[in-house]
């Protein structure tokens, strides 16, 4: 079910990403920038871009980033992010599914954390992310360039 995206992919994830209420106006399917941005992803060992494929057809994806750090003794960190799941897959156990299969690739590369944000117009994947044992223990913040 989980695998590697490959390029063939990229046409499928990039219409996942825009398939919601913020993707939609921020995503432009057919921009050749994601093709630079998924050779960037993929040459990078620290870098899993995934995909959830049935019976043929991309149906979920999910961005893995392991970080190394110096705090808490050196712990490396899972950062999951662009978690999507197909319109017809929502709700049938999908989303937990590939997090299982996420927070056991980062146990597999010796992360000792696994973390995630989730923009603050989105309660239902929060709630999601705290039915699967996350905590909202810290406050994000960003800056746009």
């Not at 913020?22 to 093709?35: I, M, Q, S, T």
């Not at 992360?111 to 223990?137: H, I, M, N, W």
Request: charged share 25%; hydrophobic share 45%.
């Amino acid at each position: 079910m989980m695998r590697r995206a490959t390029a063939a992919d990229l046409g499928a994830i990039v219409a996942l990403l825009a398939d919601d209420m913020l993707g939609a106006g921020r995503e432009k399917p057919g921009d050749p920038a994601y093709e630079a941005a998924f050779a960037a992803i993929d040459a990078d060992p620290n870098q899993y871009l995934a995909v959830a494929e049935e019976d043929g057809r991309i149906v979920g994806c999910l961005q893995l980033s392991f970080i190394p750090g110096l705090s808490r003794l050196g712990m490396w960190r899972g950062q999951i992010e662009s978690v999507r799941i197909a319109a017809s897959h929502r709700g049938a156990g999908l989303g937990r599914r590939m997090f299982a299969w996420a927070i056991g690739e980062c146990r597999a590369r010796g992360c000792g954390l696994v973390q995630l944000t989730t923009d603050k117009a989105r309660p239902d994947a929060r709630r999601f992310y705290e039915s699967l044992g996350f905590k909202a223990s810290h406050e994000g913040m960003k800056l746009g360039l």
